[in-house]
C-alpha cells in the first residue's frame, strides 16, 4: 500500500513539473518582421482592344514596412501585398499574355534581433488572361515556387519561405474593389528552444528519481 502511494505521490510531481516547463514553452510569441516589394512588367504581353498603348490594369502594391507575423506555432501564412485591378470603361479590354511579375519578402527582424543580412527571397510569375470593362476579370497570377527560400532567423535557427498557392485568379475593380491578397508560408526548421529542452530533462529527471526510490525501497526490504 505503500508503495503504491510513494509512486502516485511521485508521478503527480513528475507530471506538474513537466507542465510548469512546457507552460513556459508554449506561452512565448516569436515574431518575424518583414517587408516585401514587387512589380508587374507591363513592358511584355500586354495588349489592349483600344489599339495603341495598352491600357494597362494591374499593378502590385507591396507591404513597405510594419509587417509580422507569429511562428511560435512552427508555421505561418504571411501577406505579401495586393494585386490590384483599375477599372477599365465599359467595352474596353486589357489581355495579359505570360506578363512577368516579380515579389521579393526581405525578413527584417526576429525576436526583436535584426537579421537584415538576409538576400530576400524572390519570388517570379506570369499574369494570364482578360480584363473586360469595370467588372470582368479573368486574370490569372501564377507563382513560380523560390529557387531558395532558406533564411536565418539568427543563432542556428532557420525558416523557409514557400508559395501555398500557386494561382490567383485577380478580381476585378468591381469586387473587392480589384484588391487579391497574395501570400506565403513561412516554417520554421529551429534547434530547440531552451524551454524546451528544459520540459526535457525535468521529465528525464523524474523518471530517474523515481527509478532511485524504488532501488533504495526494495534495498530496505532486503
Known amino acids: 500500500m505503500h508503495r503504491i502511494q510513494g509512486w502516485t505521490g511521485l508521478r503527480a510531481a513528475v507530471i506538474a513539473l513537466g507542465l510548469v516547463a512546457w507552460t513556459a514553452t508554449g506561452a512565448t510569441a516569436a515574431p518575424l518582421s518583414y517587408t516585401t516589394s514587387g512589380q508587374v512588367d507591363t513592358t511584355t ?9 495598352a491600357d ?4 502590385f502594391v507591396p507591404l513597405s514596412s510594419g509587417n509580422s507575423v507569429d511562428l511560435s506555432t512552427g508555421q505561418t501564412n504571411a ?9 477599365l470603361a465599359d467595352g474596353v479590354t486589357t489581355t ?4 512577368p511579375i516579380q515579389i521579393s519578402f526581405q525578413p527584417a527582424s526576429y525576436n526583436g534581433t535584426s537579421i537584415s543580412s538576409d538576400a530576400p527571397v524572390v519570388v517570379s510569375g506570369v499574369l494570364n488572361g482578360v480584363v473586360n470593362g469595370p467588372s470582368s476579370s479573368t486574370v490569372i497570377a501564377t507563382l513560380n515556387p523560390p529557387p531558395n527560400g532558406m533564411f536565418s532567423l539568427g543563432g542556428s535557427s532557420t525558416a523557409e519561405f514557400s508559395i501555398p498557392t500557386s494561382t490567383l485568379l485577380l478580381a476585378p475593380s468591381t469586387s473587392n474593389s480589384g484588391v487579391t491578397t497574395a501570400q506565403g508560408l513561412v516554417t520554421t526548421e529551429s534547434v530547440p528552444e531552451p524551454s524546451t529542452i528544459a520540459l526535457f530533462l525535468t521529465t528525464v529527471g523524474g523518471l530517474g ?10 534495498s530496505a526490504r532486503v
Not at 56 to 59: A, F, M, Q
Request: no cysteine; glycine share 12%; aromatic share 8%.
Open 45 to 53: 504581353g500586354v495588349s489592349s482592344s483600344s489599339g495603341g498603348t
Open 56 to 59: 494597362n490594369v494591374v499593378s
Open 79 to 87: 501577406s505579401l501585398g495586393n494585386f490590384v485591378i483599375s477599372p
Open 96 to 99: 495579359y499574355s505570360n506578363t
Open 209 to 218: 528519481l523515481r527509478r532511485y526510490v524504488l532501488s533504495r525501497r526494495r
